[in-house]
Structures are given as structure tokens and as C-alpha cells.
Nanobody, 119 residues
């Protein structure tokens, strides 16, 4: 049973920082593409950033230069460092672990962690 568990959300003032963590118990973790998504009230879930098995990264335009995604394969963890937070970053942040069919396939989600940016 694969488990994906996020942590690190909370309340922060505009301009502040938070670091989200995600533990994903995927067997072939090194082959997994890991992503952070977010969903604000009344909006669709959107990609924030992802990191491939080879370390390549993709960022949403709205977070480029402020957020950094990283992974630790030994610990089976993925992180999202969020700096210069804005009120519009407020959302529930979800961790995703995707394993391509060549590795057995799988698309796993965590339950989300709330990030609130407010003064």
C-alpha cells in the first residue's frame, strides 16, 4: 500500500517562507516523478512544480524564482521550499507521486496540507 503524506503547511505572513515535506512510500522511488499541486477555494487543482527521476524540474510561472522543489531519494522525500509568499499562494497543497507504466504504473496523492498567507 503506497502512502503519500504531506506536512509543513500553516499560516505565514506575506513575504514569509514555508517548507513543505512529503513522504512517499513508493517502492521504486528513484523512478518516480514527484509533484506539488495546489487548489485554492473555487479553483481547479493546478501544478506548482514537479521533479523527474533525473532531477529535471518544471515550475508554474506564478512561482518561478520563489519556490524550489527538491527530492531525497534515500529518504523517499520531496520538498517544496516556498519563499516570498503572497496571499494568492493560499491553497491546499497536494503531493503527487507518478510511476510510469514501464515501472509498474501508479499515480498517488496525499491528502493535502493547508497553506495560508495572511497578515
Amino acid at each position: 500500500q503506497v502512502r503519500v503524506v504531506e506536512s509543513g503547511g500553516g499560516l505565514v505572513q506575506p513575504g514569509g517562507s514555508l517548507r513543505l515535506s512529503c513522504a512517499a512510500s513508493v517502492n521504486i522511488f528513484i523512478a518516480t516523478t514527484l509533484g506539488w499541486y495546489r487548489q485554492a477555494p473555487g479553483s481547479q487543482r493546478e501544478l506548482v512544480a514537479n521533479i523527474s527521476s533525473s532531477g529535471g524540474t518544471i515550475y508554474a510561472e506564478s512561482v518561478k524564482g520563489r519556490f524550489t522543489i527538491s527530492r531525497d531519494n534515500a529518504k523517499k522525500m520531496v520538498y517544496l521550499q516556498m519563499n516570498s509568499l503572497k496571499p494568492e499562494d493560499r491553497a491546499v497543497y497536494y503531493c503527487n507521486a507518478y510511476l510510469s507504466p514501464q515501472w509498474g504504473g501508479g499515480n498517488y496523492w496525499g491528502q493535502g496540507t493547508q497553506v495560508t498567507v495572511s497578515s
